[in-house]
């Protein structure tokens, strides 16, 4: 039973356009997440994050969304760049747990 | 100021063989959680402790276990392993954003191969 899912194994982007890495969540108790970069042999670095309460957070070019009617969130990345190549995953959390659970991840290409 | 760290970087250890993992939190920083993440996976909890008592567990057999000492670092055994149990072991410290959750930070992880 996945409650994270990050249906797309990789997505390749052209330098200076836009990335939108997409998650879905099934489990209503979960009320913040997380995204999180992860390059080969390292562990995984935290990005950004968003409670429930919000539907939109930005830090410099990295925006989260979430619409909870639709149990969805999107990471935007804008403009890319081809440091930006790693592996992302999305993750959440529900109340006062400190649990994460985690996606698969999606492998990003930022092609130059 | 230090993130986490987490020693050793690599083990190789043979079936049937105890392993421990260590990891020290962010100064401040009271919970640890423990991770563990195969290939083609995201990370999988298996324990969190705060303020040495565990809060969390997994789904993991008994022959993990874990501890957290009163500086708040952190050891995670594992006995009598398996070749499953290869993976790269993470260790996360958490701090409260104020906004409603909690961000957690990993280390650099420990890499176990067990043959």
């Known amino acids: 039973d996945q409650q994270v899912k990050q249906n797309s194994p990789s997505l390749s982007v052209q330098e200076g356009r836009i990335s939108i890495l997409n998650c879905d969540y099934t489990?209503?108790?979960?009320?913040?997440f997380l995204w999180y970069k992860k390059y080969p042999a390292e562990g995984p670095t935290f990005l950004i994050s968003?409670?429930?309460?919000?539907d939109k957070n930005e830090d410099g070019r990295f925006t989260v969304f979430l619409n909870k009617s639709a149990k969805h969130l999107s990471l935007h990345i804008v403009p890319s760049q081809p440091g930006d190549s790693a592996v992302y995953f999305c993750?959440?959390?529900?109340?006062?747990?400190?649990?994460?659970?985690f996606g698969k991840g999606t492998l990003l290409t930022v092609n130059p | 100021d230090a993130g986490v760290t987490q020693s050793p970087t690599h083990l190789i250890k043979t079936r049937g063989q105890q392993v421990t993992l260590r990891c020290s939190p962010i100064?401040?920083?009271?919970?640890v959680s423990w991770y563990q993440q195969v290939l083609g996976q995201g990370p999988q909890f298996i324990f969190q402790y705060y303020e040495k008592e565990e809060r969390g567990r997994g789904n993991f057999p008994d022959r993990f276990s874990a501890r957290q000492f009163p500086n708040y670092s952190s050891e995670l055994n594992v006995n009598a392993l398996l070749l499953g149990d290869s993976a790269l072991y993470l260790c996360?410290?958490?701090?409260?954003?104020?906004?409603?959750?909690?961000?957690?930070?990993f280390g650099p992880g420990t890499r176990l191969t067990v043959t």
């Open positions: 968003i409670s429930s309460i919000k």
């Open positions: 100064s401040g920083h009271k919970s």
């Open positions: 489990n209503s108790m979960f009320d913040y």
């Open positions: 993750a959440a959390s529900g109340g006062s747990n400190y649990k994460l659970t």
């Open positions: 996360a410290s958490s701090r409260w954003t104020g906004t409603g959750g909690y961000e957690q930070y």
